[in-house]
């Protein structure tokens, strides 16, 4: 099963690392992993997809939480959160296709950031789900180059991840 | 630096100078606080340092140069890091200015030896060295242990920079905070399930030689009178010679300690982590029995064996806490039940795995560990290499205190045992240590005779020389129609000679009948390094054995326990 894993991280150099060689060493999955600075600037925050078993979901977050450098970490796929990803897309966009690329970029709530001659760039925002879903439906032939962000996450209410 | 180490109470350090710690050297030279061990390779460093940790239970400290000698510490580093030795090392580093150069000398540190670390650091201003020091102490020895690198460029150490000193006391982590004590409804639950076993069996690992735990251990299992197996790792922390233990368990454990495994209907495991050479086939493993885990690492519950009961904490405040609960109820284990399981456990012991056949023309390893425990009065610290001596020395040298055998369980580092009996003696100046080991591990640390004669260490050698790689050997035989690939060794060199070049005492012993005075001899030379090469049976294998895929109640015994069972 999907795993949204969320950590707190001392903002030290290696902690990057730190993680992902935990994951190529243990033989985990890595979905995707954003990470980037928080409001206390000695605080990373990193959010991971992954997947597997429960058992194996179980050692990641024991082996997560054996790293020095974490200060704290959960499972927020395990409540009630918010995923959202961000997708810059660069596609063909020509003659009567144009007109029906616009129109499946408002279908998903796009917005079209910048118009070339025979190009669009869209940026989509959603849960991964959502993101793939747009891939699907334009045609392969008509993409030019996909950026993602990574999943991020965050738990509803009254459910925190803090220092 | 140094004043931090005699701070911290650090009382040897291991190293081997080169550039980018030459100013730490220069520091070295103005003080006799800390003694410093000129080693003849970084490997042997760090398993020195690995030896006395193991053997005193404080951290080992270990200085080496940048580049090369970062990367030949990296074996040694790996080595602690899978039993969990607390080592701090200290390693040069190119100046900062330089790091990411491609200069001379310059690998990076941190990056290779992050995976086989606990953490690492590399300080990069002289204010954070001091408390940095202090954390990779905190960190190596709280917890579960472990190596802890710390990376310093040459810059950060210049004798110009003058900066105030003061040895910080006190270390916060807010993201490093090990458990302290287990959890009380857990242990409830566990003495339940423990108190109603009528087959109950006790498995022990390093975690309760490590948490300095045999006492409680030895409480905890004689107050219930249940059968007590230790590990590879664990040797020691249960008596050897005591009625309730049955051995070692695992792929060279005993016949009844594996049975006792696979029959068993409550298992207690302490401070041990299901290691795959203890287990065999997972799918096999304890197909009857209820499992308690106790261990201070949460990644060790589960990790291979699910468990049924598990605690986290330290095995030594646990089993204080259980062993009062004990006390404290009238309840105890049926004892009917209990009966009748040790009836079934002295019928397997009565098969005698380990039975092996003497000869008068041959020198058999086995008989010469048990000349080894005779002759030490079973009060030695044995280190050992890995190979088939390393298994026969845990078979046939039963240890009755913790830390007094002393090998690379994990890992299986050959070239472990002689640098790490030196570390020992160092610690223990007066005290009988032996290093078993075998002609082909020897010589992979030869190199530190020659600094076992500058520090004037009377370190036993147990050469149990079979012309062989003799567990690759025995693997070829059973595994591969003894088709035997390089494991034969040719060209051995003349090793009582060598030992004497390098200032030692050699012998060569090839006739049974000279074991016994050889080894007598040897122990009386107490100020001597003594290099026995023992000239052994090149076609005995280790048994029994429980060969891969394998379960605890299909092991291999040898010819004449085979004849036995049947009979």
Not at chain 2, 225 to 254: C, E, I, K, R, W
Request: aromatic content about 8%; hydrophobic content about 40%.
């Amino acid at each position: 099963m999907r795993h949204i894993i969320s950590l707190l991280l001392e903002n030290e150099p290696g902690a990057l690392c730190r993680v992902a060689n935990l994951f190529s060493a243990r033989g985990f999955n890595i979905e995707s992993l954003s990470v980037a600075a928080t409001e206390d600037p000695s605080v990373s925050r990193m959010t991971l997809v992954t997947g597997g078993s429960d058992d194996v979901i179980e050692q990641i977050t024991k082996q997560l939480n054996k790293l020095v450098d974490v200060v704290r970490l959960t499972d927020i796929t395990e409540s009630a959160h918010v995923e959202r990803e961000m997708m810059l897309i660069k596609v063909r966009a020509t003659g009567e296709g144009r007109e029906e690329m616009k129109r499946v970029c408002d279908i998903f709530r796009g917005r079209i950031l910048d118009v070339g001659e025979t190009t669009y760039i869209i940026e989509l925002i959603g849960d991964s789900a959502k993101i793939d879903a747009f891939i699907d439906t334009v045609d392969d032939r008509l993409i030019l180059e996909v950026v993602r962000s990574g999943s991020m996450g965050i738990g509803r209410g009254d459910r925190m991840l803090r220092v | 630096m140094l004043q931090f180490l005699k701070d911290e109470g650090v009382e040897f350090l291991f190293g081997y100078p080169g550039g980018a710690v030459l100013h730490i050297y220069d520091a070295i030279y103005k003080q006799d606080d800390v003694k410093h061990i000129l080693v003849r390779h970084e490997q042997g460093a760090t398993h020195m340092a690995d030896g006395y940790a193991r053997a005193t239970g404080k951290p080992g400290v270990v200085l080496v140069t940048s580049g090369p000698g970062a990367t030949n510490a990296v074996t040694g580093i790996a080595t602690a890091h899978m039993d969990s030795i607390p080592l701090v090392v200290i390693t040069g580093q190119v100046p900062t200015h330089a790091i990411g150069m491609d200069a001379f000398q310059e690998v990076d540190c941190v990056g290779i030896t992050r995976p086989c670390v606990k953490h690492n650091y590399l300080v990069k201003d002289v204010h954070d060295l001091a408390i940095t020091l202090k954390k990779a102490f905190h960190v190596a020895t709280s917890g579960r242990p472990g190596p802890v690198v710390i990376d310093i460029p040459k810059d950060v150490t210049h004798p110009d920079i003058k900066i105030p000193y003061e040895y910080p006391q006190e270390v916060r982590m807010r993201s490093y905070s090990p458990v302290q004590k287990g959890h009380t409804g857990q242990m409830k639950k566990a003495l339940e399930l423990i108190l109603s076993a009528e087959r109950p069996m006790i498995y022990t690992g390093g975690g309760v030689v490590l948490d300095d735990a045999s006492e409680e251990l030895r409480t905890f299992a004689r107050s219930l009178g249940y059968p007590t197996t230790n590990t590879l790792m664990g040797l020691g922390a249960f008596p050897g010679t005591d009625s309730q233990f049955v051995g070692m368990l695992g792929m060279h454990g005993t016949y009844e300690a594996n049975m006792a495994m696979h029959h068993c209907d409550v298992l207690i495991g302490i401070g041990a982590r299901f290691d795959d050479r203890v287990v065999g086939d997972v799918k096999k493993f304890c197909p009857h029995a209820k499992i308690v885990h106790i261990d201070i690492d949460p990644s060790s519950i589960s990790k291979t064996v699910k468990v049924d009961v598990p605690i986290v904490g330290p095995v030594g405040s646990v089993l204080r806490e259980m062993n009062a609960m004990i006390n404290a109820t009238n309840r105890r284990p049926d004892a009917q039940a209990l009966e009748a399981w040790w009836n079934r456990i002295r019928e397997w012991q009565s098969i005698d795995c380990l039975r092996y056949e003497q000869s008068d023309t041959c020198i058999k390893p086995q008989f010469v560990l048990q000349k080894l425990y005779e002759i030490t009065e079973g009060d030695a610290f044995i280190t050992s290499d890995v190979g088939q001596h390393q298994m026969w020395a845990a078979q046939f040298y039963p240890f009755d205190k913790p830390r007094r055998w002393i090998n690379s369980g994990g890992l299986g580092t050959m070239g472990f045992g002689l640098p790490a009996a030196m570390g020992v003696q160092f610690a223990y100046p007066d005290a009988k240590v032996a290093c078993v080991t075998g002609e082909g591990s020897i010589v992979m640390c030869i190199q530190e005779l020659s600094t076992a004669k500058q520090y004037g260490l009377p370190v036993k050698v147990v050469n149990l020389n079979n012309r062989y790689l003799g567990m690759v050997r025995q693997w070829q035989e059973f595994m591969y129609e003894s088709r035997e690939s390089h494991s034969y060794l040719d060209s051995l060199p003349d090793f009582a000679a060598l030992a004497e070049s390098f200032g030692h005492v050699g012998m060569t012993i090839e006739s049974p009948g000279d074991v016994e005075s050889a080894l007598e001899e040897a122990f009386a030379m107490e100020d001597r390094l003594v290099f026995m090469d023992f000239i052994t049976d090149p076609t005995e294998n280790v048994f029994p054995m429980m060969m891969q895929g394998k379960g605890h109640h299909e092991m291999l015994l040898s010819e004449m326990c085979r004849d036995r069972e049947l009979a």
